[in-house]
Each structure stands twice: as structure tokens, then as C-alpha cells.
């Protein structure tokens, strides 16, 4: 087996890489395709290799590339590496200020020890339908920076997530970012979420964001976890809501909406007659709680 021996070694079935460079890791992941996997926090690729569910022939390993972790704030927001961990996430000053409900969503990603290892980019490129990340971020209205071999690009997170497992990434591509625009004066912001067991993956999760002025909702975000094969938007919910008084009738109308707007599966870890009735109990938790912050 040929082997790129300046950054590469063999580890018992697969071909290791460890370039130090996005254009280093872009040309690997270009020439292996299918048959490579990146490898950044491992909290999940690693236990999938463990138990044989994914054999990747090569991993490249994104961890020895500068300049992918980190949070900043910009004139535009806040900018997040992919390399940064999610534990750098639940205790950022920055985070908890600009955008408390991502804060609470990365606290509720596993144990201390997997959030330590766990990033924000694995996280989201593992593109599962629970993935607390990316449904916090949703609500932030939060854009991908994707590097390839065509250059760079941005990818509204939005349109991020094709499927259980699948991105809008293209062969070649790695997720080097997100950037997040800075809230709107008057946002607040709910995030709410059930699961089986403590540190359990969501069973349901709910993230809000509403922009208020006088008690009337002026713009907000409704994005879910676990209820269809992506993290989704409600955004009939939204246009619903948008310009409304959160008074009990359109709390009550918004939440009747939700239910009904989601897409769960009826099998499997919990049905869609559940969820509905969740999402409308969630729906009336979180805005009874803004609009009653505000009075």
C-alpha cells in the first residue's frame, strides 16, 4: 500500500493522515472519496469503527490544522471554528452572552468527558436528526464556511443537512466554520429538550428565538430536533407568529401549528403521536415564558 509518508502511517486496517493544512486535507479527502472519513473530535467515528458499523480504507485526521478552533466575535457576529470543542462552547463568556441557547444546548451534549472531545463540527457533520448543535444554530439563523478543492463557499445551515448522516458537503469538502449574524436588540431565547435517560441522545428538542418589541413578536425562529430526518424549521410557525402579540390565543394557535408541522417517524425510539403532543407542550412552555419575561 502506497503510503504518504511525511504525515501518514498505517494503523491496523485503514491508512492514517495527518495533514497540517485545509489544502492538505481537501486534496486527500478529494482522492480517497467514499473511502475516507475526517476524523475531528472522534466521539462518534471512533466508536463506529469500534463496533464495525464504518470502515473507512483512510482517515484523515483535521486536528493538527491551525486555525479551526476557536470563537470570536466579528462586526457581522460570532465566528466558530469546526475544531472547537463543545465544552469550549458551554463555559464561553461570549456564548452565553450572544447566544445563550446554543450555550444550553451544548450542555446537554453527553458527559463532561465527551464534550471535552467532542466538536462543534462533528457534531454537525455527523448530521443527525437529534444533533443539539444544529438545532441551536438553526435558530441563530447560522451559515456553513466549506472549504474544497472549487475553493471556498458558504452553506446557509438551513440547507446544511440532507438526510440521517448525509450534508451538502461534496467530495473534497471539509466544514472549517460557522458564523453566526449578532442577534437583534430584544431577542430571547428558549431551549428545551427531553430524552430517555440522563445524557441520552433527544428524544425531541425545541430551540426559540423571538425578537419583541412591546410584547409582539417581530421576527422569530422555531427550529426542532428528532422530529423529521434532518433538525428542521417550523417556519409556518414562524410566519404565523411573526407580528403577532404573544398573548394566550396566539401561543395556543402557534403551538396547534407546530404539532402539526413536524414530520416524525411512526416507529421506532418514540412515535409521532408523542412528539406532536410534545411539541405543542414545548411550544406553549417557551413562549408563555418569553412573553411573560418581558412584562
Not at 458527559?111 to 444533533?131: E, H, K, M, W
Not at 451559515?143 to 478543492?149: D, I, L, N, Q, R
Request: charge should be positive; include cysteine; proline fraction near 5%.
Amino acid at each position: 500500500m502506497n503510503i504518504n509518508t511525511h504525515n501518514s502511517h498505517i494503523v491496523t486496517g485503514f491508512e492514517y493522515h495527518a495533514p497540517t493544512s485545509v489544502e492538505e486535507a481537501v486534496k486527500l479527502l478529494r482522492e480517497y472519496g467514499g473511502e475516507a472519513s475526517a476524523l475531528a473530535g472522534g466521539t462518534d467515528l471512533i466508536v463506529r469503527m469500534k463496533d464495525g458499523s464504518h470502515r473507512p480504507r483512510h482517515v484523515v485526521n483535521l486536528k493538527k490544522i491551525p486555525g479551526l478552533a476557536g470563537i470570536e466575535e466579528t462586526k457581522e457576529g460570532i465566528s466558530i471554528g469546526a475544531l472547537t470543542r463543545i465544552r469550549d462552547l458551554e463555559k464561553s463568556e461570549l456564548v452565553g452572552k450572544r447566544l445563550p441557547v446554543l450555550q444550553e444546548a451544548a450542555r446537554t451534549i453527553g458527559s463532561v468527558q465527551i464534550r471535552n472531545l467532542a466538536t462543534l463540527g462533528g457534531n454537525l457533520c455527523n448530521a443527525s436528526p437529534s444533533a443539539d448543535t444544529a438545532v441551536a444554530l438553526l435558530a441563530y439563523d447560522a451559515v456553513a464556511h466549506v472549504t474544497g478543492p472549487g475553493g471556498e463557499r458558504t452553506v446557509p445551515l438551513d440547507g446544511f443537512f440532507k438526510g440521517p448522516g448525509a450534508t451538502a458537503l461534496e467530495r473534497g469538502e471539509i466544514l472549517t466554520g460557522v458564523s453566526v449574524p449578532k442577534p437583534a436588540k430584544n431577542t430571547v431565547g428558549r431551549w428545551l429538550r427531553v430524552a430517555r435517560a440522563s445524557m441520552d441522545i433527544a428524544t425531541i428538542s425545541l430551540a426559540v428565538t423571538v425578537r419583541l418589541k412591546e410584547g409582539v413578536a417581530e421576527d422569530s425562529r422555531f427550529a426542532w430536533g428528532t422530529v423529521a430526518p434532518t433538525p428542521m424549521r417550523t417556519k409556518d410557525v414562524e410566519a404565523y407568529v411573526r407580528g403577532r402579540k404573544l398573548d394566550q390565543a396566539c401561543i395556543e394557535k402557534a403551538a396547534g401549528l407546530a404539532s402539526r408541522s413536524i414530520k416524525p417517524r411512526e416507529s421506532g425510539r418514540s412515535r409521532g403521536p408523542y412528539k406532536r403532543r410534545v411539541a405543542y407542550g414545548f411550544v406553549v412552555e417557551a413562549l408563555t415564558s418569553i412573553a411573560e419575561a418581558q412584562k
